[in-house]
């Protein structure tokens, strides 16, 4: 079955960066898109960024020029580094797949924005 696990959020000071990562198992992971969102506080999930089979990328407006999307298809892994890093980037960060109308989702990682 498909499993999501991200890993390398944590305290970071404001303009500071972090690298997240998601390993995939149980489906062939260089066929599919891959998606980061997060989750703030008292907020509605949101997409970060995605990038496709081709790997081509998409970002959300709030991280566009900041963060970047990547993906290592020979270790099942894709990464968001995050760059220049706000206080307003704090949040739940979610790795994501989609199959049709079934989400697959990992268990988030905490990132937290402050001095």
């Known amino acids: 079955q498909v499993q999501l696990v991200e890993s390398g959020g944590g305290l970071v000071q404001p303009g500071g960066s972090l690298r997240l990562s998601c390993a995939a198992s149980g489906f062939s992971f260089s066929w599919y898109t891959m998606n980061w969102y997060r989750q703030a506080s008292g907020k509605e999930r949101e997409l970060v960024a995605q990038i496709d089979n081709y790997n081509s990328t998409k970002y959300g407006d709030a991280v566009k020029g900041r963060f970047t999307i990547s993906r290592d298809n020979d270790k099942f892994t894709v990464y968001l580094q995050m760059n220049s890093l706000k206080p307003e980037d704090t949040a739940v960060y979610y790795c994501?797949?989609?199959?049709?109308?079934?989400?697959?989702w990992g268990q988030g990682t905490q990132v937290t924005v402050s001095s």
């Open positions: 994501n797949t989609d199959r049709g109308t079934r989400r697959f």
